[in-house]
């Protein structure tokens, strides 16, 4: 396994929509390991793949968090939402590829995705809460869109101008 880097926005590559995965190969597999590494690495709760430059149809999440309890990795392949609630939740969101920047989202509050798992097989399952705002916010990835695509032009343009600057401030350290 390898920590891979992350792209930061605004990058071409978040922008696109990634095409769907048609088999599970040992590269996607390495992929799936290595996402998982570099998440929990960062430390965050969700990675797309496009975020570290692959534009395919893949993200994992662990949204694990109280002390104590065993991980819960999980790689989906081709993911993609089969019901929703009208019941919605609004959410501070941030992003691995727009550190430290934070904005509200509002999105169904439970959703039901059906994807596709590394045994190659089709899952369904329904998140609730926090994995159901991770699993919309790392679809939203693979569709080319950020969480502040959710937000008000203002603040979209505010948060970009900042990530403009930390990526030249980065690229000359
Ligand atoms: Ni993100």
């Not at 920047?101 to 994807?115: A, S």
Request: negative net charge; hydrophobic residues 40%.
């Amino acid at each position: 396994m390898s920590i891979r880097p992350i792209l930061i926005h605004p990058d071409p590559r978040l922008k696109k929509l990634c095409d769907p995965v048609s088999a599970v190969t040992s590269d996607i597999g390495k992929l799936a390991e290595d996402m998982l590494e570099t998440m929990y690495d960062a430390p965050g709760v969700g990675l797309a793949a496009p975020q570290v430059g692959i534009t395919k149809r893949i993200f994992v999440m662990d949204c694990v968090k109280e002390d104590g309890e065993a991980p819960r990795p999980m790689v989906l392949i081709n993911p993609e939402i089969i019901a929703a609630s009208d019941e919605m939740n609004t959410y501070e969101e941030g992003c691995l590829s727009i550190p430290e920047q934070y904005g509200e989202v509002t999105r169904p509050k439970l959703v039901t995705m059906r994807w596709m798992g590394l045994d190659g097989k089709t899952h369904e399952d329904a998140f609730d809460d926090l994995w159901s705002t991770c699993a919309q916010h790392e679809l939203d990835h693979l569709n080319g869109k950020l969480f502040i695509d959710h937000l008000g032009s203002i603040k979209r343009q505010l948060i970009t101008r900042k990530m403009v600057k930390l990526k030249r401030e980065r690229a000359r350290a």
